[in-house]
């Protein structure tokens, strides 16, 4: 499995904006699509934003779309979350994850879940504050 970092949260005020990175190391990363999970204080883990592995498609959960924008930079290694208009609620552990499935029908089936991802990172902590 690819090994995963994440970094770029914060504190930050309502309103501001994030970028959060993932790096990936250990495999070849053109051959994992990628996503953003997130887990609230007292909530379930939820799904943010899925990227295949060019790139050229992303997939984002509907309460999701507008303020998020996920993108990647394979010669980079690397994966964004880029955050704009921060609320309080987007106070979070965002986890980046990988694998090797094509995320495309996975989402258009509704069935896309973390359980699709066999690698992640440790988390980074956004917390926004009213």
């Known amino acids: 499995q690819v090994q995963l970092v994440e970094s770029g949260g914060g504190l930050v005020q309502a309103g501001g904006s994030l970028r959060l990175s993932c790096t990936a190391s250990?495999?070849?990363?053109?051959?994992?699509?990628a996503a953003w999970f997130r887990q609230r204080p007292g909530w379930d883990r939820e799904f943010v934003a899925t990227?295949?592995?060019?790139?050229?498609?992303?997939y984002y959960a509907d309460s999701m779309k507008g303020r998020f924008t996920m993108s990647r930079d394979n010669a980079k290694n690397t994966v964004y979350l880029q955050i704009n208009s921060l609320k309080p609620e987007d106070t979070a552990t965002y986890y980046c994850?990988?694998?090797?499935?094509?995320?495309?029908?996975?989402?258009?089936?509704?069935?896309?879940?973390?359980?699709?991802?066999?690698?992640w990172g440790q988390g980074t902590q956004v917390t926004v504050s009213s």
């Open positions: 994850a990988a694998d090797t499935v094509d995320p495309g029908p996975l989402y258009w089936s509704g069935s896309l879940t973390g359980a699709d991802f066999g690698s």
């Open positions: 250990g495999r070849t990363f053109t051959n994992y699509a």
């Open positions: 990227i295949t592995r060019s790139g050229d498609y992303t």
